[in-house]
């Protein structure tokens, strides 16, 4: 339906020309071929051309650019047409004469003069050229070709016979057609692009249905003169051809402009043209002077200088303003490289830095402490911010100073450490010098210290981005680097927590009772493979049941305090002291032979006496231990019985009067018989004095 839309203006034209066709017909067949069926069928004819006029002004309203020059001038051909057409039907219906044949033969020659221009206009794409220099490009041809009409068509035949005259008029016709015929195809093999193609297609078909015309007609007229009435039905044709072409034709998309290529051949034959047309100036101003006199050939001559020197100094000045737009581009160009490459270079670093980033967390996540993480920080930063230099800061356990755990590159040492007064000071990001930047350490919701950069130099010198975006871009950097640092920090601190309360007894801060049993294990062993010496000491706390029932819980607590720091202050680094569970504990002294262990165990004692004397009012009461001590190899060479031994030396000590050490002896001890199977009556008393608290 879209189609038919569009194609329904042209079936109506086409049918209007077909009534009209009718009509000149009918007028030829009903009234012969007299003034009056002569005047009615040039009355036609008029209306044809009108017709042909207003299609081709539809289509020079449609078009833009060149396309649009192209068929206005394709208008002034219509135009051209129709005056000699109107000028002949006014002498045929009103009996006139204003032209004679000849001279109207002439006047309808003038039609080639707007189609030399046609096929002299640049191409369709050809946006660069502007309208000025089209223009000037037209007006001198429009000279050559007022030369050559006049030479040729008009001043021949102002000296000859009419006959004669028409004679040659129809000659210079037929001569015409033929010539612009072969120019239009000539001009079409050059045409680039498909809307120039198309335009000069159209121009063609339109010259070639005229030349035809033309040929037809100037034969019946020169051979079968009586029939040339009936051939203005054939001079309608190239009217209707041209109207067709018009209203066929719908806007192309502009295509995109493309710069032209650089053509030696291209600009040669463009000059040799220009030379062409300036040889056939100066053959043809000699015949104007003998018709028209000097002085209109001067102006002639004048007015075509004239055009060519504007039209080179056009040319001059637009390529003047080409070269300048082409090097500022240049510059632009340049500009945009150099920022370009800059921000490649801001983008590397940033990747640079992220990927070291990325490796610091990975590091921190496998370290095992505080100090292992500390160490790791200061060469990481190093080589991140090469130039740079900084502190961190870590919150001691009362929150009230920022201790330095880790610094470099060169800085003040005198403000090692700082005062923040209060927890929230370090949760704010602040610049206390000019050219550093603090971030605070948080982790889940809690500060934990501060991290500190200062480096003058990387903020004084940025050469692509201005001081404040380096200064944000470093703020960002240290505040991904806290983030990973606070992380890390906060994650070891929860680790040694939980380890901690794995293997430490919450209440004396002694290792706890499995931890004990990995320990000993390990420590036997050890003991065994380098022939070394191993004593064990338990301790049980004397009365202690009874103790916490007449004193309460807390004073039961204190007691267990008491003897953990007892046994805290009386040992070495390398022995381990644990609580076995309730009353008891238990010393692992490695490398300690079995008579030591003895004398430690005899110092631990009496160490407990004396705290009740050097304390007085701590406890209610004195606190007393009962102490068994047994030697790996001295007492027992077999691993899983060590502890037994010891045990039933406590358990003797116990029946011995309590508040003392017995010393486990291979030869005394049952190693199959448990202190916890003896007789009932031994069994309650001992119960009743190793309760297990928990």
């Known amino acids: 339906m879209r189609e038919f839309a569009r194609l329904r203006p042209v079936w109506m034209i086409s049918f209007v020309f077909a009534a009209l066709l009718a009509v000149q017909a009918l007028g030829f067949f009903l009234l012969g071929t007299e003034r009056a069926s002569m005047g009615l069928s040039e009355s036609i004819l008029v209306v044809d051309n009108l017709l042909a006029l207003v299609c081709a002004w539809a289509a020079f309203r449609r078009a833009q650019g060149l396309t649009a020059l192209f068929w206005f001038l394709f208008c002034v051909v219509a135009f051209v047409l129709l005056v000699p057409t109107a000028i002949q039907a006014y002498d045929t219906i009103f009996h006139a004469t204003i032209l004679s044949d000849s001279n109207r033969a002439l006047l309808y020659c003038l039609y080639g003069a707007p189609i030399l221009m046609m096929l002299f206009l640049p191409e369709a794409h050809q946006t660069g050229r502007v309208k000025s220099e089209v223009m000037l490009d037209l007006f001198q041809v429009a000279i050559v070709v007022s030369l050559i009409y006049s030479t040729f068509f008009f001043l021949p ?4 016979l009419p006959a004669a005259a028409t004679l040659r008029s129809i000659n210079v016709s037929d001569l015409q057609s033929l010539l612009l015929l072969v120019a239009g195809f000539v001009r079409l093999q050059f045409a680039r692009i498909p809307a120039t193609r198309n335009l000069l297609l159209r121009l063609t078909l339109f010259l070639m249905v005229c030349a035809i015309a033309t040929f037809s007609g100037d034969w019946i007229d020169v051979h079968y003169h009586s029939s040339t009435a009936w051939f203005d039905l054939g001079w309608a044709v190239p009217v209707i051809a041209e109207t067709l072409l018009a209203l066929t034709w719908t806007p192309a998309p502009e295509p995109q402009f493309q710069p032209e290529r650089a053509n030696f051949l291209s600009f040669l034959g463009t000059n040799l043209v220009l030379v062409a047309m300036l040889s056939g100036l100066a053959l043809l101003t000699d015949r104007w002077r003998q018709a028209y006199g000097g002085v209109l050939t001067n102006v002639a001559i004048a007015a075509s200088l004239l055009a060519l020197t504007l039209r ?16 500022a581009a240049q510059s632009q160009l340049a500009v945009s490289h150099e920022k370009i490459a800059g ?12 990927t070291q980033i990325n490796e610091l967390g990975t590091l921190l996540q496998a370290c095992a402490s505080r100090e ?14 090469p130039g740079a230099s900084g502190t961190l800061s870590i919150l001691n356990v009362a929150r009230t100073r920022a201790e330095v755990v880790a610094e470099w590159g060169v800085r003040d040492h005198s403000s090692t450490q700082s005062e923040p007064g209060d927890e929230l000071a370090s949760r704010k990001e602040h610049s206390p010098e000019p050219g550093s930047i603090s971030i605070p350490l948080i982790a889940r919701d809690e500060a934990i210290g501060v991290l500190f950069f200062q480096d003058k130099d990387r903020f004084s010198a940025a050469p692509l981005l201005s001081h404040s975006n380096e200064r944000a871009r470093v703020r960002q950097l240290a505040s991904a680097l806290a983030e990973h640092i606070a992380l890390t920090i906060s994650n070891l601190d929860l680790r040694a927590a939980l380890q901690t309360q794995a293997i430490r007894d919450p209440l004396t801060g002694l290792y706890n009772r499995r931890y004990m049993q990995e320990a000993l294990e390990r420590e036997l062993h050890r003991a065994r493979r380098r022939e070394r010496p191993l004593s064990v000491m338990m301790l049980d706390i004397d009365h202690f049941k009874r103790y916490n029932d007449t004193f309460g819980h807390a004073a039961g607590d204190d007691a267990l305090r008491l003897v953990a720091e007892t046994l805290m202050s009386s040992i070495r680094a390398e022995d381990l002291a644990c609580r076995y569970g309730g009353e008891e504990f238990v010393v692992i002294l490695p490398e300690c032979a079995l008579p030591q262990a003895a004398l430690r165990a005899e110092e631990v004692r009496t160490r407990l006496r004396e705290l009740y004397v050097e304390r007085p009012g701590e406890l209610p009461e004195v606190v007393t231990v009962s102490i068994g001590v047994a030697g790996f190899q001295e007492t027992t060479g077999k691993i899983d019985l060590l502890l037994k031994f010891a045990d039933e030396a406590l358990y003797r000590a116990k029946h011995e009067g309590r508040d003392r050490v017995i010393v486990a002896c291979p030869e005394l001890s049952d190693p199959h018989r448990s202190p916890r199977s003896q007789p009932k009556g031994d069994q309650d008393g001992v119960t009743a004095e190793s309760s297990v608290r928990s």
């Open 372 to 385: 292992e993480a500390f160490s790791v920080i200061p060469e990481r930063l190093e080589r991140l911010l």
């Open 157 to 160: 035949v102002r000296g000859m």
């Open 312 to 327: 080179l100094a056009l040319t001059q000045f637009h390529q003047y303003q080409e070269i300048s737009h082409r090097r």
């Open 343 to 354: 921000l490649l270079d801001y983008a590397r670093r940033q990747t640079a830095e992220i």
